[in-house]
Each structure stands twice: as structure tokens, then as C-alpha cells.
């Protein structure tokens, strides 16, 4: 059976492959010319950028206001921890529950995976 911390990465996860998932079948339209495909894939990584709150580190002043332990970078942009704990709890009183239920370093592991997860998909997306 798959732990809890992995059924709240899941959880988390889940929209953001929804969102993927419309996209992407939308792309398959025959009547999308390429341009069209390339905006629909850059409104994608942006609604998810948006949706986690990614910011770009050239923001100096952002960089300035945050904690560094609190964020994590990946190819000049970054997502806080609060951020993400704020996502969690967006999910429902299900993945809020398990992910209380966590250690604290279990907890921390979490964070980072979705993190580290959400910049990926947002940079390799824009590479599309």
C-alpha cells in the first residue's frame, strides 16, 4: 500500500496532470496551426506557474523578502514552502489530514518533492 506521503504528493499532483491532460488533448485538434498549439502549451506552464505562485528570480526584490530556507530554486525560478503547504490544504480536508499526519521530516521530503516536481513541469514545459 502506498504511504502517506505519497498519497499527498498525489493529491497535490493530481490537478496539475489534469490540467496537462486537457491541454494536451486539446493540442490533437486537427483545425490548431503550430503557433496556436505553442500559445495553448505556454497558457498551460503559466496557469501552473501561477496556480503554485513560480516567480522568477530575477524578481530581486522577492528574493530579498524570503527566507532562503523557505524556497527552493530551479533554472531561475522559484516556489516557497508556504506556497505549497497553502496548495496542499486547497486539495481538501483529505490531503490537509494526511499531510498533518506526517513527521516533520517527512513533511520537509514532501515539500521539496512537489516543489521540485512544479518547477520541472513548469521549465521543461516552456522548453516545448
Do not use: C
Request: hydrophobic residues 45%.
Amino acid at each position: 500500500m502506498p504511504s502517506t506521503q505519497l498519497w499527498v504528493i498525489t493529491g497535490v499532483l493530481a490537478p496539475l496532470f489534469e490540467w496537462i491532460a486537457i491541454t494536451f488533448a486539446t493540442l490533437q485538434s486537427l483545425n490548431l496551426v503550430i503557433s496556436q498549439q505553442r500559445q495553448k502549451v505556454s497558457n498551460l506552464m503559466a496557469d501552473i506557474a501561477a496556480g503554485l505562485d513560480i516567480r522568477s528570480t530575477m524578481d530581486a526584490t522577492l528574493i530579498n523578502e524570503i527566507d532562503p530556507t523557505t524556497i527552493i530554486q530551479q533554472d531561475g525560478r522559484i516556489v516557497t514552502k508556504d506556497v505549497v503547504v497553502m496548495h496542499i490544504h486547497d486539495q481538501g480536508s483529505w490531503a490537509r489530514d494526511l499531510y498533518n499526519e506526517l513527521s516533520d521530516i517527512e513533511k520537509q521530503q514532501t515539500l521539496q518533492e512537489i516543489r521540485i516536481f512544479s518547477l520541472s513541469i513548469v521549465a521543461d514545459g516552456l522548453q516545448i
